[in-house]
């Protein structure tokens, strides 16, 4: 299902993306971030439920001036220690800004987060191609859209759903930015079970495909 998936991502669908059975078993939704519209955040946050974040490409992150909110809260004494994510116990989270873009309201209306999604896509874009303004000149923090920064190395350093989904955008030849979205279960209150979530890309046509698969592509591109 591989090549599927890349088809799917480049022509700015959603895919379903799962990581692994002895990790977070979540399955995320996953869209190109410059293909994001109000009726993806909305199919996202009804259907999906969990967080509705941005993983961006780690030379980007630093380019763009990105960083680990692990750093950035380091002299907190509520900041993550080593070893103390239970499915990631090597790796602090890749959480960096919570931010809105300038010309929102709010912020959180399916409208604001899109223009907010869509503009990171595009800074990204400009700091592969030499260019691109100060992020503060578009965005302000705090804000409603996480961005979510991938370790250095992608896969050959943490296998989250943040680097899944950047080494998927760098196989399909796509900017490197795309927002996510867990799916949860409305009655248990977990993460949506593998079955279900298939079950789900069935019922509305998209393609499911998991981490191992990602993984397995990537160590033989």
Same mark, same amino acid.
């Given at each position: 299902?591989?090549?599927?998936?890349?088809?799917?991502?480049?022509?700015?669908?959603f895919?379903?993306?799962?990581d692994f059975?002895d990790?977070?078993?979540?399955?995320?939704?996953a869209?190109?971030a410059?293909?994001?519209?109000?009726?993806?955040?909305r199919?996202?946050?009804k259907?999906?439920?969990g967080?509705?974040?941005?993983?961006?490409?780690?030379?980007?992150?630093?380019?763009?001036?990105?960083?680990f909110?692990?750093?950035v809260?380091r002299?907190c004494?509520?900041?993550?220690r080593?070893?103390?994510?239970?499915?990631?116990?090597?790796?602090?989270?890749?959480?960096?800004?919570?931010v809105?873009?300038?010309?929102?309201?709010?912020?959180?209306?399916?409208?604001?987060r899109?223009?907010?999604?869509?503009a990171?896509?595009?800074?990204?874009?400009?700091?592969?191609?030499g260019?691109?303004a100060n992020?503060?000149d578009h +965005?302000r923090?705090p804000g409603?859209? =996480? &961005?979510?920064? !991938?370790?250095?190395?992608? %896969?050959?350093e943490?296998? $989250?759903?943040?680097?899944?989904?950047?080494?998927l955008?760098?196989?399909?030849?796509?900017?490197?930015?795309?927002?996510?979205?867990?799916?949860?279960?409305?009655e248990t209150? +977990?993460?949506?079970?593998?079955e279900? =979530? &298939?079950r789900? !890309?069935?019922?509305?046509g %998209?393609?499911?495909?998991? $981490?191992?698969?990602?993984?397995?592509?990537?160590?033989?591109?």
């Amino acid at each position: 299902m591989i090549d599927e998936a890349l088809k799917a991502l480049a022509k700015g669908e959603f895919i379903l993306l799962y990581d692994f059975d002895d990790r977070e078993r979540e399955t995320d939704f996953a869209i190109r971030a410059d293909a994001v519209s109000p009726a993806h955040i909305r199919q996202m946050r009804k259907d999906g439920g969990g967080l509705i974040c941005t993983a961006v490409h780690p030379v980007a992150a630093t380019k763009l001036g990105l960083p680990f909110a692990h750093d950035v809260l380091r002299s907190c004494s509520l900041v993550e220690r080593d070893g103390d994510i239970p499915y990631d116990p090597k790796n602090h989270s890749s959480f960096s800004l919570w931010v809105n873009h300038r010309n929102t309201f709010t912020g959180i209306t399916d409208r604001d987060r899109s223009l907010t999604v869509n503009a990171i896509a595009e800074q990204v874009r400009r700091s592969f191609n030499g260019g691109g303004a100060n992020f503060s000149d578009h +965005f302000r923090t705090p804000g409603h859209v =996480a &961005i979510l920064r !991938a370790a250095a190395g992608l %896969l050959d350093e943490r296998c $989250g759903q943040t680097e899944l989904s950047i080494a998927l955008a760098n196989l399909a030849g796509i900017t490197p930015a795309v927002t996510i979205c867990e799916m949860l279960d409305d009655e248990t209150g +977990f993460a949506l079970a593998k079955e279900d =979530a &298939i079950r789900y !890309a069935r019922t509305h046509g %998209l393609v499911f495909i998991e $981490g191992k698969e990602v993984l397995e592509r990537w160590n033989t591109r």
